[in-house]
């Protein structure tokens, strides 16, 4: 067997096995990785963090599988008005994912050369979209469908909605760097296809 | 020409605007990307139950080499409550009979007579606020179905109510729980003609575990541990499910008094909960509460 073939088994292998890991973690197990309200979202950081590390096409494919899961394993609840009764929607984790994917492979990427550090600032700039368009779209059906105010406040959505899940993500974007760097789908956490991108200018200063 | 079909970005909007097209003709009724969209939890479901059950094994396994000690001496705690509850039992068979013959004179049906109880372990919790609808592992296969904007009352083994029912599949039903904001029941003070009111769920209130109750009547005296339970109104629940306590109660606007409730059921701490379906009853016997058919007595 040749090396490109072995490389792509371990690929398949390695990304088959946290995909089914992650988000079956994530709503098995939420108290475990739970603060003031909010669960840590591995499916998000995980997405992200693929994004980041191995490009565009790595992360849109994980992000669109992970989001299947996602809608699968609990569904969003959609509601057109206070009366009718509220429906699962099918293909909203599938959106979101991919948009995490597409949102951790354009930011921070290829300026910064893909460093590990600013795999958090990409994480906690993928959390605080996730969170804010996520509350304003919120707020903008329930007035425009439900006709009724937004239940939360400025302070609630900030100090118990945004803040927290902001500091679970980071928390888990640590094991989960590590686990895709040393246990990953790519021999030393690096995708060859992207690497080109590294080595075009010397940017040393950057890299831990 | 090449060049845009290429591009990411343009990849990006193709993409977003596919997905965006088939979550509006997935949410369509009788849609058949819904239906597509739905087998595929046949495939996930089986995952994610290895990968739950596998970590309740590690779990367990790591429970039992900590907690050997305390295990051994809650055992002969039991044993000891167990000799006292046999002899309650025997007591209790004489008080059963009793029972049973006042029940046939008065004609008096329990409470929740008329609803088949299915039990079921709760599969998958909510993944984050906005994804939270929970899994539980019954459906079509164990012999329940739902009409088109029915619900079942979903409630814990102490027969408090946890959520209700909102969609069967094939292996397992999707639970609206009792805290979410699209949540709605009708509730009374639990007592004979106690006074009604609407308990839903809150976006605010939903992190400290609290409900909202609206539509209280001014006149209505609430205070700090009124239980709340199923009024029965609207059909879709039997009267007398315990639904929890009043917390909280604002009197600042008479023609809006609002309280918050702490429900006694919480789904995060629960492994399995139990669903309750109505049977077809004749029409001339009605589903009124121990209570009440006493009072009527």
Same mark, same amino acid.
């Given at each position: 067997m040749n090396k490109e073939r072995i490389a792509l088994i371990r690929k398949i292998v390695v990304y088959t096995l946290y995909i089914c890991l992650i988000p079956s973690f994530q709503v098995s197990f939420p108290e475990s990785i739970s603060l003031y309200g909010q669960t840590a979202d591995l499916m998000l950081v995980f997405t992200v963090l693929v994004s980041y590390m191995f490009g565009f096409a790595d992360g849109a494919v994980i992000g669109i599988i992970i989001g299947i899961f996602r809608d699968c394993f609990s569904p969003p609840l959609i509601q057109l008005n206070s009366e009718s009764a509220p429906v699962t929607a099918f293909g909203i984790g599938i959106l979101i994912m991919f948009l995490a994917s597409v949102c951790g492979s354009s930011f921070f990427t290829v300026r910064m050369k893909r460093n590990t550090a600013f795999a958090f600032a990409s994480v906690a700039f993928a959390t605080l979209m996730y969170k804010i368009l996520g509350h304003l779209i919120i707020m903008g059906w329930i007035a425009l469908f439900a006709h009724q105010g937004y239940g939360l406040s400025f302070k609630q959505i900030v100090l118990g909605s945004v803040l927290p899940q902001l500091l679970l993500n980071l928390i888990v974007t640590v094991p989960l760097i590590l686990l895709l760097m040393f246990l990953g789908p790519y021999k030393?956490?690096?995708n060859p296809k992207i690497s080109d991108e590294r080595s075009s200018e010397d940017v040393s200063w950057l890299s831990i | 020409m090449r060049r845009l079909l290429t591009s990411k970005w343009f990849i990006v909007l193709m993409a977003?605007?596919?997905?965006?097209? =088939? %979550?509006?003709i997935g949410a369509l009724p009788g849609s058949p990307l819904n239906k597509a969209f739905k087998s595929l939890g046949n495939i996930t479901s089986p995952i994610q139950g290895f990968v739950k059950g596998a970590g309740n094994m590690v779990s367990d396994y790591w429970?039992?080499?900590?907690?050997?000690? =305390? %295990?051994?001496?809650?055992?002969?705690?039991?044993?000891a409550e167990i000799a006292r509850l046999q002899y309650q039992i025997t007591q209790n068979e004489e008080a059963k009979i009793r029972y049973e013959e006042l029940k046939d004179a008065f004609h008096i049906r329990d409470t929740f007579s008329n609803y088949d109880i299915f039990g079921a372990s709760v599969l998958s919790r909510e993944a984050d606020e906005w994804f939270s609808v929970i899994r539980i592992g019954l459906g079509?296969?164990?012999?329940?179905?739902?009409?088109?904007?029915?619900?079942y009352a979903v409630v814990d083994v102490r027969m408090n109510l946890i959520g209700r029912v909102i969609e069967i599949d094939d292996g397992e039903s999707k639970v609206l729980p009792l805290l979410h904001e699209g949540f709605n029941v009708s509730g009374k003070v639990n007592e004979v003609n106690g006074a009604t009111m609407m308990i839903s769920g809150d976006a605010g209130l939903k992190r400290s575990g609290l409900c909202r109750v609206t539509g209280i009547d001014e006149n209505v005296k609430l205070e700090y541990g009124t239980q709340i339970v199923t009024s029965g109104d609207g059909g879709l629940f039997p009267q007398g499910i315990p639904i929890g306590i009043i917390e909280s109660v604002d009197y600042s606007d008479p023609m809006g008094v609002t309280a918050t409730l702490r429900p006694y059921g919480d789904i995060g701490e629960l492994?399995?909960?139990?669903?309750?379906?109505?049977?077809?009853v004749p029409d001339d016997v009605s589903d009124e509460p121990l209570a009440s058919q006493v009072e009527e007595q």
């Open positions: 030393k956490g690096k | 977003v605007l596919i997905m965006l097209a =088939a %979550i509006v429970s039992a080499v900590t907690d050997g000690i =305390a %295990i051994r001496k809650e055992n002969e705690e039991m044993k079509l296969s164990d012999g329940i179905t739902i009409e088109e904007g029915g619900s492994n399995d909960v139990f669903v309750m379906v109505p049977f077809e």
